[in-house]
Nanobody, 129 residues
Framework: QVQLVESGGGLVQGGGSLRLFCAAS????????????MGWFRQAPGKEREFVAT????????YYADSVKGRFTISRDNAKNTVSLQMSSLKPEDTAVYYC??????????????????WGQGTQVTVSS
């Protein structure tokens, strides 16, 4: 398990941009941040948590949900133990609590929340129309 803390959420007008950040602390097992696939998920009121994006351990591979492809960009800085999500052209339907997650596997096409073992507390993103 690794501890994750998100920040950067807020209220933005439709068409605007927002950048989310996730800071990771060293896992109790001693595993380094760079050994985890990192992902972003979101959950809107009354809906299930859904996949947004993942990034490989060294940042050379990324994977996005169709709904955000071309608008969102995931990146990571292993030296700072951080992962970010740059969100552009935001739409009201992007409104949700956004969660950072860490997983101990290789594939970045894993989209089920159940596969990720560590989660942050979430940060609210609200997009007005």
């Amino acid at each position: 398990q690794v501890q994750l803390v998100e920040s950067g959420g807020g209220l933005v007008q439709g068409g605007g941009s927002l950048r989310l950040f996730c800071a990771a602390s060293r896992a109790a097992s001693g595993r380094t941040f760079s050994s985890y696939v990192m992902g972003w998920f979101r959950q809107a009121p009354g809906k299930e948590r859904e996949f947004v994006a993942t990034i490989s351990w060294n940042g050379d591979r990324t994977y996005y949900a169709d709904s955000v492809k071309g608008r969102f960009t995931i990146s990571r800085d292993n030296a700072k133990n951080t992962v970010s999500l740059q969100m552009s052209s935001l739409k009201p339907e992007d409104t949700a609590v956004y969660y950072c997650a860490a997983g101990r596997f290789y594939a970045i096409t894993v989209t089920s929340p159940d596969e990720f073992g560590s989660w942050g507390q979430g940060t609210q993103v609200t997009v007005s129309s």
